[in-house]
């Protein structure tokens, strides 16, 4: 299956979209990827909303951005299959013309323990969180423009190595194994990247199988006393894809509160 476009951006025509900022964020249909789809837009910049199957909430984060005065379409893909991933990078150089910022926010989290049984928990892991990244980052290496930003989104349960993380905590350290190495990689075009590893944020996916005494036990955990929320992590994919960041590369960012 190939990438598909379901929305166009406010102004219809390509040409007055040229010359613009352009930003893909992958998993941008809900929880931190909307919420980082949603900032850049704010700063200016003309956003792809890639989603994996849902359809209409993806519409929601394209129709609240242009409700603001901002651009974006929704752009379908499974971050896992090279095909698609091809697919989505030549849509919104179709739509938009170029490409400056790609922030890799698409993944899964299923909770196993380390045994054999686990084994397709793993794979599916991995296949999502990992070789999405590295079909993401490879394709971002590839169509960014000079001086343009990559951000991988990791996690800091890195740190904190909990029983039945271990097929994510391994997706995720492979993870920000690729972001060191690209960053070298891309040595002589001014193109930075870097890693931001939330904390526990107040999402879906996070609130999922929990009870309300587990979620008060975990927002203990940090200083600050709190979840974070989706416009925490936000703030700091803007920071590092903005002007601010441009002395920041080859980073993970823990932004999490003080958690790890």
Same mark, same amino acid.
């Given at each position: 299956?190939?990438?598909?476009?379901?929305?166009?951006?406010?102004?219809?025509?390509?040409?007055?979209?040229?010359?613009?900022?352009?930003?893909?964020?992958?998993?941008?249909?809900?929880?931190?990827?909307?919420?980082?789809?949603?900032?850049?837009?704010?700063?200016?910049?003309?956003?792809?909303?890639?989603?994996?199957?849902? /359809?209409?909430?993806?519409?929601?984060?394209? !129709?609240?951005?242009? @409700? #603001? $005065? *901002? =651009?974006?379409? &929704?752009?379908?893909?499974?971050?896992?299959?090279?095909?698609?991933?091809?697919?989505?990078?030549?849509?919104?150089?179709?739509?938009?013309?170029?490409?400056?910022?790609?922030?890799?926010?698409?993944?899964?989290?299923?909770?196993?323990?380390?045994?054999?049984?686990?084994?397709?928990?793993?794979?599916?892991?991995?296949?999502?969180?990992?070789?999405? /990244?590295?079909?993401?980052?490879?394709?971002? !290496?590839?169509?960014? @423009? #000079? $001086? *343009? =930003?990559?951000? &991988?989104?990791?996690?800091?349960?890195?740190?904190?190595?909990?029983?039945?993380?271990?097929?994510?905590?391994?997706?995720?350290?492979?993870?920000?194994?690729?972001?060191?190495?690209?960053?070298?990689?891309?040595?002589?075009?001014?193109?930075?990247?870097?890693?931001?590893?939330?904390?526990?944020?107040?999402?879906?996916?996070?609130?999922?199988?929990?009870?309300?005494?587990?979620?008060?036990?975990? !927002?203990?955990?940090?200083?600050?006393?709190?979840?974070?929320?989706?416009?925490?992590?936000?703030?700091?994919?803007?920071?590092?894809?903005?002007?601010?960041?441009?002395?920041?590369?080859?980073?993970?960012?823990?932004?999490?509160?003080?958690?790890?």
């Amino acid at each position: 299956m190939s990438a598909t476009s379901t929305s166009t951006p406010i102004s219809t025509a390509l040409s007055t979209d040229r010359g613009l900022r352009t930003a893909l964020v992958t998993g941008a249909s809900r929880g931190i990827g909307q919420a980082i789809a949603k900032r850049l837009a704010a700063d200016g910049y003309s956003v792809v909303v890639n989603y994996a199957g849902n /359809a209409a909430a993806a519409q929601e984060t394209v !129709a609240a951005i242009e @409700a #603001a $005065g *901002g =651009r974006a379409t &929704a752009v379908q893909a499974d971050v896992s299959d090279a095909a698609q991933v091809a697919a989505l990078f030549e849509e919104t150089l179709r739509r938009y013309g170029r490409l400056d910022a790609v922030v890799h926010s698409a993944g899964v989290m299923p909770m196993a323990a380390i045994k054999p049984s686990s084994l397709e928990a793993f794979d599916q892991v991995i296949d999502t969180n990992l070789r999405g /990244a590295f079909l993401v980052l490879g394709h971002a !290496a590839e169509k960014v @423009a #000079a $001086g *343009g =930003r990559i951000v &991988a989104l990791s996690t800091s349960v890195i740190a904190k190595s909990f029983p039945n993380y271990g097929p994510y905590i391994a997706s995720k350290a492979g993870v920000e194994g690729l972001v060191h190495v690209l960053a070298n990689e891309l040595r002589g075009r001014s193109i930075t990247v870097n890693a931001v590893a939330p904390g526990p944020v107040g999402t879906e996916l996070f609130f999922k199988g929990k009870s309300q005494e587990q979620i008060d036990s975990v !927002a203990k955990v940090p200083p600050l006393e709190r979840l974070g929320t989706p416009e925490d992590i936000a703030n700091a994919v803007s920071f590092l894809v903005g002007k601010d960041g441009g002395w920041i590369n080859s980073q993970v960012l823990r932004a999490n509160g003080g958690f790890a």
